[in-house]
């Protein structure tokens, strides 16, 4: 597709469920990141992909949060038992577009998925 | 980490005004990308400027890295400029730090 893409787009769940929600780069990125945006916090970084190299995941706010890309392509960001103050909408971004011999390391943003826990 | 500072938090514009907006950032950074989020809450994309000075149609934006800010300057403002600015700054890794962003309002 041309942009990055996220399903689904709302979730609605009940607190202590696991869900999962997925992100489809653009083709050829390389780096793939999910961010988080929830009141009163704005938006924060929290796992980062670039490549076949470990994962950045400095921002997972605790281990009920994990994340897996498989093939170099689609990520899915799981949060298992899930709370309250988890509500957010979670964006993923996806940016290294080489370009004749250049990286370029604009991150462009899919719609966002918004999460809710009752 | 970097820290983040964008001025002023809310702005109200009339239609046709001129504005500028600022984000001040505390550590040398490899990536700065401005943002508008519009009502439906998308990302969209407005420069990628690290260094120097660009512009897009009524917007253009310059970035000194070496007194670590940068402006975006948009001109003769529309209702359809109104939503929240974001400045965010790269950290290493280029994952990106935000700022609390400017709420702008634009009245016709």
């Known amino acids: 597709g041309a942009g990055v893409s996220q399903s689904p787009s709302n979730k609605v769940t009940e607190k202590g469920k696991d869900v999962e929600l997925r992100c489809d780069p653009i083709?050829?990125?390389?780096?793939l990141y999910w961010y988080r945006q929830s009141l009163g916090q704005g938006l924060e970084f929290l796992i980062y992909?670039?490549?076949?190299?470990?994962?950045?995941k400095s921002g997972l706010p605790s281990d009920r949060f994990s994340a897996e890309r498989t093939g170099g392509s689609v990520s899915t960001l799981t949060i298992q038992r899930t709370q309250q103050e988890d509500s957010a909408v979670y964006l993923c971004?996806?940016?290294?577009?080489?370009?004749?011999?250049?990286?370029?390391?604009?991150?462009?943003f899919g719609p966002g998925t918004r999460l809710t826990v009752l | 980490g970097i820290q983040v500072e964008q001025s002023p938090p809310d702005l109200i514009l009339q239609e046709g005004a001129n504005s500028t907006l600022r984000c001040n950032f505390s550590?040398?950074?490899?990536?700065l990308q401005w943002f508008h989020q519009n009502p439906w809450g998308q990302l969209i994309n407005l420069f990628y400027?690290?260094?120097g000075t660009k512009q897009n149609g009524r917007l253009s934006a310059t970035t000194v890295a070496t007194e670590r800010y940068s402006l975006l300057y948009i001109s003769s403002s529309q209702t359809t400029d109104s939503g929240v600015y974001f400045c965010?700054?790269?950290?290493?890794?280029?994952?990106?730090?935000f700022g609390a962003g400017t709420i702008l309002r634009v009245k016709s």
């Open positions: 971004a996806s940016s290294s577009r080489a370009f004749g011999g250049v990286r370029y390391n604009e991150q462009f």
């Open positions: 083709s050829g990125h390389t780096a």
């Open positions: 992909f670039q490549g076949n190299s470990a994962p950045d």
């Open positions: 550590d040398s950074v490899n990536n």
């Open positions: 400027i690290p260094s």
């Open positions: 965010a700054p790269g950290e290493y890794g280029n994952k990106l730090v």
